[in-house]
């Protein structure tokens, strides 16, 4: 059971349960986004990962969480579970925080500190425009399908460090810090159809979109922007899985209509971001990947 | 440390911390408030709690959280982390905590899972009017301190607990079905001075309020509000502890100026509910305690 079937099952009375974030009117003009993500040692990150790193990414997936939607941030609250009081860990964990809480100018308003397993919950919420966030359920047939940057580096770097080896810099720096696309997706509202991170893997985030939205896709392997090193490494060993179910990019996945396709270009020239076309949007329901030969098992939560 | 220490010396750079909820503007005339709790097997419930008093306790001490700031709950998100997928287990969670949710009009708007030793945070947000929330720094000298119900028993039911006993059914149920006191507090606005929940215990819980006020504080041993259980246990043993240090009461503990204290009788009958003043707000610095020949020690989080 992946986590998908698990919250729709047991928790599906809940409302907006489906998209990267819960939206709540809040008033005639705005809808508040909210979002929470658990980042536990030794399954989310490795147990020697510093303290600016686990505070960096636990409000980051987060913060990915709103651009997903198109949100911009306002507030969010902590629960942290410690086994310590480590007076050093803390300074470092607490200053990361604040410099990229600072940075996209969202208030740490609440917590709660407990003892345990080190282990982060971060809620996060922002606002959006009433009827403008970005969701998953807006595709239409005939959309070009974007992802932002490149895909697999941090699943490469976790694949790495399980087989302990060592990754290289850059691949530490997309596992450890990858950028919430807070801004990317501000420029998306009003240009793209849908809108997803890429937490789970491309394969698993992009089918949410092609349910939610009732359509089907077909993307090109071929097309699929890889870093260097990601490339090298599929090179050799033909396993495509890493760009293709490999969690913790965070980079968006986005659907644009043809009539709108020219902002993309601009888009790109003024964020200076790598936007790629893989593929389209199609009548025909399910996922199909041009090019592929094996099976991917995407990110699951159980 | 206890958390407060903590939150103050590292997170101090937040907003707004220092109540129970933190308050966010969010137009004109309306004021956000949220808290995260998170309870974790073995810390905040022993092993072999129910699913269902395990999902309504999560709820509900956050609910309690809503209710110290006179908020009216709106919607509140839930990160779970589970050891496994126990298919009954999640239905009676579930179910619980609808039932719950459903009570207090509060919609659960979006959720984490996560594989882990079981631990449950949730992050629960209302609406107050503007500037009208009941805060812990708004005591005035000469107000009269009161409490909700009674105290101590959810503490004495931890401690048979811990010593192998097996609690009366009423101390377990207070325990473990701790009443959220949306009501009162709904009643309060306007009228006490200062609100707090009693979630760590009387003495810290009221020392917050006193020194967030800048105010001391004189009550009266003889004056608090016991069960005939909790009566008979301190008879017995003069353990006064149990009341005044005991955490999980999640009654409320406000103060009350002169002039608007004719309410508390009309609150008490509308809402069939005991209010007991046991104690003044003074000028003079810190918490006396007439009658207590122990020292107590409150609930920490570290």
Known sequence: MDEFDLINQYFGWGQGIGDDCALVLINNDKQLATTVDTLIEGVHFPQNTSAQDIAYKSLAVNLSDLAAMGATPVFFTLAIT??????????????????????HNIALVGGDTTRGKLSITINATGVVDKNQALLRSGAKIGDSIFVSNTLGDAALAWQQIQNQQIP???????????KPQIELAQSLLG???SCIDISDGLEQDLSHILAQSGVGASI???????SKVVMQYITKTQDWCVALAGGDDYELCFTVSPTRIHHIKSIEKDLNIKLTKIGVITEKIGLKILGLQQNCQSYRHF
Do not use: M, V
């Open 168 to 178: 290289s810099n850059l691949l530490l720096q997309q596992f450890n810090r990858p």
């Open 191 to 193: 240009i793209a159809n």
């Open 220 to 226: 090109d392997l071929q097309t699929l922007p890889l």
């Open 82 to 103: 410690l086994p310590n009081i480590n007076k050093k860990w803390l300074e470092n964990f607490s200053n990361a925080l604040k410099t990229l809480a600072k940075q």
